[in-house]
């Protein structure tokens, strides 16, 4: 006696039940299917505020990969203290900070009344020498025919070595002041010193202004070549036996993780730094040194197992609701999804009362002209490295199948925000 009437209600509830979802299958099937939705339609001027990029599914080199950090550097023998090899006034700066310089080129002029003194004490040395040597030659010949004595050849020599000595030592002192001795002469006596660039690079800071006061060894500016940066990675004792010489890296910077470099490891060190139980790992940059800067920092991959997998670039990959999507353009695609339900109008129309109908014209609207339908695609995720992921989709996609790379959550947004319309 009981059993019947739970039978009963059981039938009531499927076919009430069975109606409503079929209307409910009908209705999703023209848009997009679920309540979710899985496509959307976006007219030209959300596609211009959105500034979506697509790009297709790339097979790239990508493996389980160990993650380090490293930092830009560039080796001392490619930075340079220009300091003032003397004691004076600052005259010209003809350089300025960011500017590039050659190795030679003249950066900065220096003034000191001591540096006239020290070429004329040059001139009068180079002068007296040519006494001296004629002196020491005329006593020479004197002593071999033992017509003088032999004190006064001595005394002619030393006066002779002790001339070129001095002469010796100016020139020096002369030279490392930058001046050229060879083309000095009374009427040709510098009243500045030219401060040139010991090295090639660029100007990274002036330290010093017209008329300022330097004193010996102080420094004046600074030059760096960044174009002989390399990668320095710190590798934990762990991670060692992952490391080996000529391994390629990938890596991206922290201030701007759009960009990916690769740099070979050329050296590993021996030594571990301080108490961190870590070692540097040097790396010689393979790819163009725009946009580096010494003190960088940067996130490392080393690839472990390498192998070829369809990839895009991991923002092209959104998570909603514990699944990973990707949102695809097909031009094979279009017509059907820019007009999918249309062909179920005039069905709705007949089987839904005045106020559904009314909604349904609204949902229903020709779409914009220049509109482009976008599809949501299951895939399941892979391997990361340089800023690509491994996926795989979860169902068939068409061979012209393009992705959104750059702007995929705001499409994620429309669609979810489509859904939620639609719902009511």
Same mark, same amino acid.
């Given at each position: 006696m009981k059993i019947i009437p739970?039978?009963?209600?059981?039938?009531? &509830?499927?076919?009430?039940?069975?109606?409503?979802? $079929?209307?409910?299958?009908?209705?999703?099937?023209?848009?997009?299917?679920?309540?979710?939705?899985?496509?959307?339609?976006?007219?030209?001027?959300?596609?211009?505020?959105? #500034?979506?990029?697509?790009?297709?599914?790339? #097979?790239?080199?990508?493996? =389980?990969?160990?993650?380090?950090?490293?930092?830009?550097?560039?080796?001392?023998?490619?930075?340079?203290?220009? $300091? $003032?090899?003397?004691?004076?006034?600052?005259?010209?700066?003809?350089?300025?900070?960011?500017?590039?310089? #050659?190795?030679?080129?003249?950066?900065?002029?220096?003034?000191?009344?001591?540096?006239?003194?020290?070429?004329? =004490?040059?001139? !009068?040395s180079k002068s007296k020498l040519v006494f001296l040597e004629a002196e020491y030659a005329r006593q020479n010949k004197l002593a071999q025919e033992n017509v003088n004595a032999k004190k006064a050849f001595q005394e002619a020599e030393a006066d002779y070595r002790s001339g070129q000595a001095r002469l010796a030592s100016i020139e020096k002192q002369l030279q490392l002041l930058g001046i050229n001795t060879s083309g000095l002469s009374q009427n040709n006596i510098e009243s500045v010193i030219a401060i040139k660039a010991p090295i090639s690079g660029v100007v990274s800071h002036i330290s010093v202004n017209i008329g300022a006061s330097v004193s010996f060894a102080s420094t004046l500016l600074k030059i760096i070549d960044n174009s002989e940066s390399v990668l320095e990675i710190v590798v934990f004792e762990q991670d060692l036996g992952n490391i080996k010489i000529d391994q390629i890296a990938t890596f991206t910077l922290t201030s701007a993780t759009g960009e990916s470099y690769r740099a070979q490891v050329n050296s590993i060190g021996s030594t571990f730094e301080n108490e961190s139980k870590a070692i540097k790992v040097r790396a010689k940059i393979l790819d163009s040194? =725009?946009? &580096?800067? =010494?003190?960088?920092?940067?996130?490392?991959?080393?690839? &472990?197992?390498?192998?070829?997998?369809?990839?895009?670039?991991?923002?092209?990959?959104?998570?909603?609701?514990?699944?990973?999507?990707?949102?695809?353009?097909?031009? #094979?695609?279009?017509?059907? &999804?820019?007009?999918?339900?249309?062909?179920? !109008?005039?069905?709705?129309k007949h089987t839904e009362d005045h106020q559904h109908e009314d909604s349904h014209e609204e949902v229903q609207k020709e779409p914009e002209a220049g509109s482009l339908a976008f599809l949501k695609i299951a895939v399941k995720k892979g391997s990361v490295a340089g800023g690509y992921s491994e996926i795989t989709p979860l169902q068939e996609i068409p061979k012209d199948a393009r992705v959104v790379t750059k702007g995929a959550f705001y499409v994620l947004a429309a669609i979810t925000n489509q859904g939620e319309a639609h719902s009511h």
């Open positions: 739970i039978a009963i209600v059981i039938v009531f &509830l499927y076919s009430c039940g069975g109606s409503s979802t $079929s209307n409910k299958d009908e209705h999703d099937h023209g848009h997009g299917g679920g309540a979710e939705g899985s496509s959307v339609v976006l007219s030209p001027a959300q596609m211009t505020s959105l #500034s979506l990029t697509l790009d297709s599914i790339k #097979s790239k080199s990508i493996a =389980d990969v160990l993650k380090l950090t490293g930092i830009i550097t560039v080796p001392p023998q490619f930075k340079a203290d220009v $300091s $003032s090899p003397t004691e004076g006034l600052v005259q010209t700066i003809n350089v300025n900070e960011g500017q590039r310089v #050659s190795k030679g080129q003249v950066l900065v002029t220096v003034s000191n009344s001591s540096f006239i003194r020290l070429q004329q =004490d040059y001139l !009068e040194f =725009d946009g &580096l800067i =010494d003190g960088m920092n940067a996130n490392v991959f080393l690839a &472990l197992t390498d192998k070829v997998a369809p990839c895009v670039p991991s923002e092209a990959v959104v998570n909603y609701q514990g699944g990973d999507y990707i949102f695809i353009y097909s031009e #094979s695609m279009q017509h059907d &999804l820019l007009h999918s339900g249309h062909e179920h !109008e005039e069905e709705h």
